[in-house]
């Protein structure tokens, strides 16, 4: 068998744990299956995975680094597949990242949602809308942002008025990650309990922004749990690669 052939047979199965374990988590909570979209964080894999699972059915990818999206994104721009960035996001690499990004999970200040409008505006396709999600950082405090990117809670709602007003940009939800440090720490489920808590309040104004993207390898039955609507797998699927922890 073949290096490329084993790596297939490898994901294959790596996705089929992971299509069980969201699976279970469903039935545990009571929701369909198809509430939940699995979006694989392809951060530090190569093309040639991403081409991989997207033959075995993936359809929506991640990455966090633009330096490493943005070559990834161009060998693979004739895949069936809708990317995701994930990652803390410069403004001066707004414009990279727009080229291959449909939605970003990370706005997190007004300077980035300007950023991202003015972008749009002056890119090939000004007539396009980028998804937009406003990060909820779970360990800062009032006003401030947290240790991993995002905002407080107290902060989400001027984010989001600010990107459901501006040209190009469309309010899609929230994005969280389980913080290391608060009163969140170690509670993955608290932590998306109260996320889903924040989502609730912001689709009173914003009845269209429903996406909820919670939970990774190490916690998504929490996150599914707590009504997830989208959950970020990287290694549960691609595996630790060495020297990386």
């Known amino acids: 068998m073949t290096e490329t052939a084993d790596r297939k047979t490898e994901l294959a199965r790596n996705l089929a744990r992971v299509e069980a374990r969201i699976a279970a988590a469903c039935e545990a909570a009571g929701r369909d299956r198809d509430e939940v979209t699995l979006i694989v964080v392809t951060k530090t894999y190569p093309a040639s995975d991403v081409m991989i699972i997207s033959e075995l059915g ?121 913080p290391l440090a608060g009163p969140y720490a170690g509670r993955p489920r608290a932590a998306f309990d109260r996320l889903a808590e924040i989502a609730s309040l912001l689709r009173e104004a914003h009845p269209a922004a429903n996406m909820v993207s919670a939970g990774m390898s190490s916690d998504l039955e929490d996150a599914v749990a707590a009504g997830a609507t989208h959950v970020r797998v990287g290694s549960a699927v691609l595996g630790v690669r060495a020297g990386l922890g």
Not at 107 to 124: E, G, I, Q, T, W
Not at 132 to 150: I, K, M, N, T
Not at 168 to 176: F, I, K, S, V, Y
Request: glycine share 6%.
């Open 58 to 178: 993936v359809r929506h990818v991640a990455e966090n680094r633009d330096q490493d999206a943005a070559p990834k994104a161009a060998a693979c721009a004739d895949l069936p597949l809708t990317w995701h960035f994930v990652g803390q996001l410069q403004t001066n690499k707004v414009r990279s990242v727009l080229r291959y990004a449909d939605v970003v999970h990370s706005v997190d200040r007004l300077r980035l949602v300007d950023s991202l409008s003015a972008a749009v505006l002056k890119s090939d396709r000004p007539d396009r809308e980028l998804g937009c999600l406003v990060q909820v950082a779970l360990d800062a405090e009032a006003g401030a942002q947290g240790s991993r990117g995002g905002i407080a809670p107290d902060a989400v709602e001027g984010i989001a008025e600010a990107i459901a007003s501006a040209p190009a940009l469309r309010l899609d939800g929230l994005m969280t990650v389980a």
